[in-house]
């Protein structure tokens, strides 16, 4: 997998897909002011304990941060606002209602793949794992799905701009991407907030009415709150699951082997699913901030410093997980930290699973061969937040 980390583009900062384990499980970067956390049982206390460990990351960034960009955002928030916004729309993703969906999403993912019947190669991201994600939660939200390819573009600019940011120095080009993400984020709650309009107007059966008319407190959500709210269900809803499907193919082209034995036994599926969320994390990275004076891993970490929490690293960490480097689509129990834990556990996991299930199987039954090119390889984002695709061109074998 290390050389073909560096061959696809992974961002050097994942250097455990280069066969490194990091020294200490916890560390001081100096020169980003930040402390790394690679361990996973550090990973898991941090991710564990709100009190302690803060999602109000933004108050520490090193340039000012406009509310309206923040307020209402789920990522952002503790308790208790951060449960009473996921309360608002915890209903749409009870296994019930997910399960109900199954249907739509095994009908879809034909759709999609009806479009690229006969050809003798496919780009899964472009044909398969964002159109379908995407479409589902545009309509559980009640937004176009027809406007994706808007969404696509608006994410990409997004994500292209993430970097690991210096909380000592003020560097322009810091500076300059922090800003561009923010301008980005409005381009999208501008959007939002048209639909969010037309619903205070005209009321209908879907998720962006359900928040436009909840209250909290007593309190109906500000223009601003709904617009950050929705910002973030339809990124969430769809940008780790269109990860997860191009990560676990990929994967099962990097191991044949393995691959054969979840093409034979389809039980795998969804463990198979699971062990490539550890193996190759979508949300490498994740921000807290310490409320108070800590100890972690015999690293005192005084109040209000920034940690980097690198689920991508704990889920390669050897005290949690025998081979850890193995990529075992059977692997049980697989307790790994791709979808979160404690409070910001992933609201749509569910959700995920059942089209990462359902969109896995199809592939299987259509295409009787799935492997990657050499002269077109994989294009992986440039962010070191995430681990994830932005390109994977398949060979496929026809039925």
């Known amino acids: 997998m290390s050389i073909l980390a560096d061959q696809w583009g992974i961002h050097p900062q994942h250097v455990w897909l280069r066969g490194h384990r990091p020294e200490q499980p916890v560390h001081y970067d100096e020169r980003l002011g930040t402390w790394q956390v690679y361990g996973y049982p550090e990973a898991l206390e941090v991710l564990s304990d709100p009190k302690t460990f803060s999602s109000d990351t933004a108050r520490l960034f090193p340039v000012e941060i406009d509310e309206s960009v923040i307020e209402g955002n789920m990522v952002q928030t503790d308790p208790p606002l951060h449960g009473k ?10 296994p019930k209602s997910v399960a109900d969906l199954a249907p739509r999403i095994d009908r879809l993912t034909h759709e999609l793949l009806d479009a690229v019947a006969g050809q003798d190669r496919i780009e899964l991201i472009a044909d398969l794992a964002y159109p379908l994600p995407v479409t589902v939660i545009a309509e559980l939200l009640g937004v176009p799905s027809s406007d994706r390819a808007m969404f ?3 994410v990409d600019k997004l994500f292209e701009t993430m970097h690991q940011f210096s909380l000592i120095s003020r560097r322009e080009e810091q500076e300059r991407n922090l800003q561009a993400q923010m301008e980005q984020n409005r381009v999208l709650n501008d959007y939002i907030h048209e639909h969010a309009a037309e619903r205070r107007r005209k009321p209908r059966q879907d998720l962006l009415t359900k928040i436009v008319e909840a209250k909290v407190d007593g309190e109906r959500l500000t223009d601003i709150q709904v617009m950050n709210f929705a910002s973030i269900l339809l990124i969430a809803g769809y940008h780790t699951i269109t990860m997860m499907l191009g990560n676990t193919m990929l994967c099962l082209d990097r191991y044949p082997d393995q691959a054969a034995r979840v093409r034979a036994d389809r039980s795998m599926v969804p463990t198979a699913i699971e062990e490539s969320l550890r193996f190759l994390t979508p949300t490498a990275l994740i921000y807290r901030v310490t409320t108070t004076e800590v100890e972690i891993a015999g690293q005192r970490i005084p109040a ?10 704990a889920n390669r960490d050897q005290r949690q ?7 075992d689509p059977a692997r049980h129990p697989n307790p790994h930290l791709a979808l979160g834990r404690g409070i910001h556990f992933c609201l749509g996991a569910t959700l995920a699973r059942l ?3 359902i969109a896995l199987n199809i592939l299987l039954d259509r295409f009787p061969e799935l492997r990657t090119l050499p002269d077109d390889p994989p294009v992986f984002l440039p962010s070191p937040d995430m681990t994830g695709l932005r390109a994977l061109p398949l060979r496929a074998g026809r039925p």
């Open 321 to 327: 997980f025998a081979d850890p480097e193995v990529f």
């Open 304 to 313: 209000n410093r920034m940690l980097a929490v690198w689920a991508a690293a």
């Open 85 to 94: 916004l996921r309360k608002i729309v915890s209903h749409a993703f009870t």
């Open 355 to 357: 089209e990462g299930r």
């Open 152 to 154: 696509k573009e608006w």
